[in-house]
Each structure stands twice: as C-alpha cells, then as structure tokens.
C-alpha cells in the first residue's frame, strides 16, 4: 500500500536526519520496500571528466554530447586524453569540441596505450577535485548524472562510485564487480534485462561493492593513486574500510 511505503521513506529520511546526512527518499517503483535516495550535494566543487580517446571520431562525438546534455553539474571541465589517433576526422572532431563545449581541452599523451598511464597523466592537468574515468564510447542517458555519482563521491566513506552500465541491445554489461566470481572476479548480473530488479533488487539499489570498472568511475583525486584500475588488486581499497559504490540510477549504454 502506498501508506507502507510511504512510512518507509519517512523512517529512512528520519535516520539520514540523525546521521547528518541530508537528503530525500523516494520509493523505487516495481521493488516495493526498496527505496533511492537523493544526497544533497553539500561539498560542491569541480569535476574533470578524463576520457582516453584514439581515433572513433564518432563514438567520442556521442559521447560528449550525451555528457554535456545530461551531466547536471556545471562545474565541470573535460579533458579528452589523445592517444596515436591517425586519423584525420579525429583531430577535426577535436577541433568542433573544444570550441562547441565549455571547459573542453584536448591533451597529447604521447606513448603507447596503458589505460592506468593515460588516466595518471589526464589527472595531473586536471583541476577538478573529483575524477570522473569515462571511456569514450559510453552515451550517458540519466540526466543529472555527474550530479549523482558527486553526491557519493562526496562523502569521505566512499571511495569510488560506478554506474549501471548497458550492452546496445538494453541487456546488462556492468553493474559492480564482485571478487572471487568465476575464479578471479566478474561483473554482477551480466546479461540480465535492462529493466529487471535482479536479486533482492541488487540491480534496483545503490549497494557496495568490492570494486566497479575504470570505464565509469567517480573518485576523489587525492584518492587516486589508491585506486587501481585493475580489478585484481581492488581488494587493498575495500580493506582500507572505502566502500565502492555502484550507482543504480546512472545508467549509460555503449
């Protein structure tokens, strides 16, 4: 009943209010007893979004496009990180960017691909206190994205923050990562239907994890030498009490 749930949200906004933390709670619809809630965002501040790119000139195009529409965060500053692009499309795509969008730069990482190498040097020029990784063919479809994944990157509990993340045909590519899982680690629910609630509403709710992958991640840039891209070495950061937090209401598809 709409009553049940509604005293659910109240007793969950009551403890947010006794832990400081302010916020509303919404129910979430098709997972009765299950709720979201929305952090106010009390520590604002710049986020630069770092997004390797070598050539596919268009998927980079959706991209930004898609990120600009639906960030929600005005604060922000985007460093495209070019990597042995050769193609000429790609350069002019480049040039149409950094004019197009505010805060848009194209920096030169000169060397061969190393995805922890390429993310490093894109966070030495950036400016933003937090770091969004964002691979560069993901289209952002939730609006006010950068906005929710800051609100719990934020809080100093947490140390990363991923997003649901969708294969083209709507079914599920990434929804946290879960250690020991087919004998080293594995994404949670992979495969499932993009709108199922996966068991006991794990693809419903923003939960913990024991890591999220480097292709949509949130991190506070002083933590980011603690985070190693590498799923493999994810268990230093969950034993040094930080939780990784994937966000369910981000959802993106590439």
């Known amino acids: 009943p709409d009553e049940a749930l509604a005293a659910g949200a109240a007793a969950v906004e009551a403890q947010l209010l006794r832990l400081g933390m302010p916020g509303r709670v919404e129910p979430i619809p098709g997972s009765p007893g299950a709720y979201r809630t929305r952090y106010d965002v009390t520590r604002p501040g710049r986020v630069t979004v770092l997004i390797p790119n070598k050539d596919h000139s268009e998927d980079l195009a959706r991209c930004l496009e898609s990120l600009y529409r639906n960030a929600g965060w005005d604060d922000l500053e985007v460093l495209v990180l070019e990597n042995n692009s050769t193609q000429a499309e790609t350069f002019a795509c480049y040039g149409r960017a950094q004019q197009q969008y505010p805060n848009c730069r194209v920096l030169t990482y000169k060397g061969g691909f190393n995805f922890s190498a390429i993310n490093n040097f894109g966070a030495r020029h ?7 990784l964002l691979n560069n063919d993901i289209q952002v479809e939730t609006p006010g994205f950068v906005r929710e994944l800051l609100s719990y990157s934020q809080r100093p509990d947490v140390g990363a923050v991923g997003a649901k993340l969708f294969y083209p045909d ?3 590519q990434h929804a946290g990562v879960f250690i020991g899982l087919g004998g080293s680690a594995g994404h949670s629910h992979k495969g499932h239907p993009r709108d199922s609630g996966g068991d006991m509403y794990r693809l419903a709710t923003t939960q913990n994890m024991c890591a999220v992958t480097g292709a949509c991640l949130m991190v506070k840039k002083e933590l980011l030498p603690e985070v190693y891209l590498k799923v493999i070495e994810a268990k230093r950061m969950l034993e040094s009490g930080r939780a ?4 369910e209401a981000v959802k993106k598809a590439n």
Not at 244 to 247: F, L, M
């Open 244 to 247: 990784k937090t994937v966000n």
């Open 170 to 172: 709507g079914t599920i």
């Open 126 to 132: 950036a400016t933003g206190a937090h770091l969004l």
